[in-house]
């Protein structure tokens, strides 16, 4: 039987979860739950209802996994332990300081109600936790690194549209080449997170604006750039729609660590991706877990669970004797 | 109360475990089991008995989990078996097209006697295969490439050792850059294990023997060499002692997949090693594993486990709530 997934929220996380369950051969995707109107909502997957998000409690036996994909600022804080009552649940929750609370408030409303909510599921917490461990585990003494991008910022690209004069504006948080080659050497250098990246704007000017002033300001505003190295191009809005509309991202964690009686020998771990479409990534990740949810709650675990709970072979669909003769 | 580590073997690894023993807090030594005689065999930890492996049944109830620190061609495929019947076992069986095989044989022992046997522990199999089942769950359309190195092929160098008039030879394989270039620029070649490495020899020869009748010796010898790039060294003794005895490797792990309703969006995983002792190394991620084994012995766990089996947060000693704070 096919495991039966839920979507509630249909933007581009949404989406990208219903191609990744259009793909996978042992899922179906039973309904979207969408805060619009239904009417107004197309979805690719024919036959699957589009249903109000107020109905959703009618579902709560029609659905294996529900995955989440709302924002972390307002619609997960909330979302993930309300459906945690009814449903197995899986978010992308990604405000790090705020994730032992999250856990908290998830972990009691699943173990009450006799679920499980897997939380903060992706790259990044996601994937580059897992690397984080796995790789402390592995070299107890060491330095960890990790490197965001290249990739849009959605804050900082705000922070520079809110500026008088600016009509629209992407801003790319860019590793820098120099730091990647430190930490590679294992030099183990002192970096602070301005240390290890640049800021790189492309901005489309209203009519009449005058581009020294705005980049002033921004490479001068205090918190978002003014500690950074700042590269402001202004560009027109075709080559800003053409060139800049992409969901590209990507990222590097390292660890640098020593063995030996007097930590003589030096190793160096280093993961990275390279994506076109952070959104699709970032579900093909949730969708492996929904299906490491599905086992665990048939296996009888309850409450709040995180990628480090999980052994890797739930997220796969082959069994054991496959996983072993190919990838092991 | 500290889990109770026995290492069975006394060479490269077994040092190694030793070391990695000694700084994991909740680990202590309680013997080293050796063929040789004990009085003969030297450690590093003080007041931890040496025992010829002969009397090694008389631990059973001593230790929480044996490290089996043998070989892949004769020893581990009948010790790793054998003692699953006294203990919790784990080793770095690394044959590939024998691991099914040997995960049989070992469940069974395991199984019967109740115990855990964890085999093929360390970076491939092991950290490698992890990877490749994390990333081919998350992109299940793509391409696998690993490549090894820089390091040394012990069956090459020995392989160059047998040609006669060679006093000692080391054999490092390379990873050729314009391979990982072509990987990493996602444009999916088709390569093989001969398209993907360049072979390194360093040499010394006998006195008086023609060095060019060994170097055409090599570079033409079928299977090894034949079919690959080769390059040849010839050096004196002092060079190769004070330059070749090394135990450095490495070796990079990829996946190229696609994401999107067409397949339109393209992303790359990268996982790398650069390891300056491949058995320190080895050997810390197979304590990593102990650490796991006696856990989930400790929970009911019983028969033949693979790294595959074990969520990453297992391998540490934290507690979850200090995992989540600090790596999540």
């Known amino acids: 039987m096919k495991t039966r997934i839920g979507i509630a929220g249909y ?24 805060r619009r109107d239904p009417a107004g909502v197309q979805i ?41 009552k009814l449903f197995n649940v899986i978010d992308s929750f990604d405000t790090h300081a705020r994730i032992l609370e ?11 109600s006799g679920h499980i909510g897997m939380i903060s599921v992706g790259w990044d917490p996601g994937l580059f936790s897992l690397n ?13 690194y990790t490197f965001w991008g290249k990739g849009v ?17 992407k801003q790319y948080t860019i590793p820098l080449e120099e730091a990647l080659s430190a930490v590679r050497s294992g030099s183990d250098p002192e970096l602070s997170t301005r240390d290890k990246h ?15 002033r705005v980049e002033k300001e921004i490479v001068e505003m205090p918190n978002y750039f003014a500690d950074y190295n700042t590269i402001v191009h202004f560009i027109d809005e075709d080559e800003f729609n053409r060139e800049h509309s992409g ?29 076109d479409s952070n959104p699709e990534f970032t579900t093909n990740v949730i969708i492996s877990y929904a299906r490491a949810v599905k086992r665990m709650y048939d296996e009888g675990q309850r409450g ?9 072979s739930y997220l796969c669909p082959q069994s054991e004797q496959e996983l072993i003769a190919h990838f092991l």
């Open 44 to 84: 690719l997957t024919e036959g699957v209802p589009v249903v109000s998000i107020s109905e959703i409690s009618e579902w709560a036996d029609k659905i294996d996994v529900l995955i989440l994909c709302g924002g972390s600022a307002t619609d997960l804080p909330v979302q993930t332990p309300e459906y945690a």
């Open 198 to 212: 640049i800021r790189e704007c492309f901005v489309v000017l209203e009519e009449g604006a005058d581009a020294e």
């Open 304 to 312: 709040c669970k995180t990628v480090l709970d999980v052994p890797p």
């Open 153 to 169: 910022s959605q804050g900082h690209s705000d922070a520079v549209r809110r500026i008088k004069g600016v009509k629209n504006a």
């Open 247 to 275: 969901m590209a991202h990507g990222g590097f964690v390292f660890r640098s660590g020593t063995t030996g009686i007097n930590n003589e020998n030096k190793h160096i771990i280093e993961y990275s991706i390279k994506l």
């Open 102 to 112: 999250h856990f908290a408030n998830v972990d009691k409303a699943a173990k009450e």
């Open 132 to 144: 984080r461990v796995y790789a402390n585990a592995i070299l107890p003494q060491g330095k960890d």
């Open 11 to 34: 933007g581009n996380l949404g989406r990208g979860a219903e191609i990744a369950v259009m793909k996978a051969e042992d899922m179906e995707l039973t309904a979207v739950f969408t």
